[in-house]
């Protein structure tokens, strides 16, 4: 059974710094993705990685892929109250066909 | 862009009502999904389809059924609606299972 593991769960940050966000799973995967959900909102796809090495950025979010260490990070560079949102990361079988969701971060991005 | 919109944002009903929930994707998409989203649990997948008519359990099937007539259309279906299954519910679809998958807006369903 595949597995999906995030931490931290609840991370609360000041503007201005940097952070990382881990994404841990069991189960060999060749692609991940993330997304983001504001309160009361929908997912948002944010990225999907796709090889081992993969690094994607958009804006202040960066967002790799290590499949031997079976571990995705999302680093947030120089937070702004605008990136406050739970986080998700989700992974795919090779051979699967269906995704398994993490838990979610919920980051809050304080000024 | 990928558009995936549910029937409704908000609904109320009471135990052992039936409910329709209704989800529409207009990118051709061959693959449909149903989760509920709740605190603490995350997402959880209930139903997806990946063809007209062609359907499997995911998770947390029971109390649950779906129907998928048109490519278009994935409805989730309570067939007597409890207390517990008071929740965030979202559609999702994608052109194969390795695609990415694009979200609806949720129905948060209340059963009083």
């Known amino acids: 059974e595949l597995k999906v593991e995030q931490n931290p769960l609840f991370l609360s940050m000041q503007e201005g710094k940097n952070y990382t966000i881990y994404c841990n799973y069991s189960?060999?995967?060749?692609?991940l993705y993330w997304y983001r959900q504001d309160p009361g909102k929908s997912l948002e796809s944010l990225f999907v990685?796709?090889?081992?090495?993969a690094v994607k950025q958009e804006g202040r979010l960066m967002a790799s892929l290590d499949t031997k260490a079976r571990l995705s990070t999302l680093h947030i560079t120089a937070a702004v109250h605008d990136l406050s949102a739970t986080y998700f990361c989700?992974?795919?079988?090779?051979?699967?066909?269906?995704?398994?969701f993490g838990e979610g971060t919920q980051l809050t991005v304080n000024p | 862009d990928v558009k995936v919109t549910q029937s409704s944002r908000y609904l109320v009903k009471r135990t052992g009502e039936k409910v329709f929930l209704e989800c529409v994707q207009d990118?051709?998409?061959?693959?449909m999904f149903w989760y509920r989203q709740d605190p603490g649990l995350g997402l959880r997948l209930i139903y997806f389809?990946?063809?007209?008519?062609?359907?499997e359990k995911g998770d947390i099937p029971e109390g649950y059924s779906v129907s998928r007539e048109k490519k278009e259309r994935f409805s989730l279906i309570l067939e007597s609606a409890s207390t517990n299954q008071t929740s965030m519910y979202l559609c999702?679809?994608?052109?194969?299972?390795?695609?990415?998958?694009?979200f609806g807006p949720g129905t948060r369903l209340t059963v009083l």
């Open positions: 999702a679809s994608s052109l194969t299972f390795r695609d990415t998958q694009y």
């Open positions: 189960t060999t995967s060749d692609r």
């Open positions: 990685l796709l090889s081992n090495g």
């Open positions: 989700a992974v795919v079988l090779s051979s699967g066909s269906r995704l398994t």
């Open positions: 990118m051709d998409h061959e693959n």
């Open positions: 389809s990946y063809d007209v008519k062609m359907k």
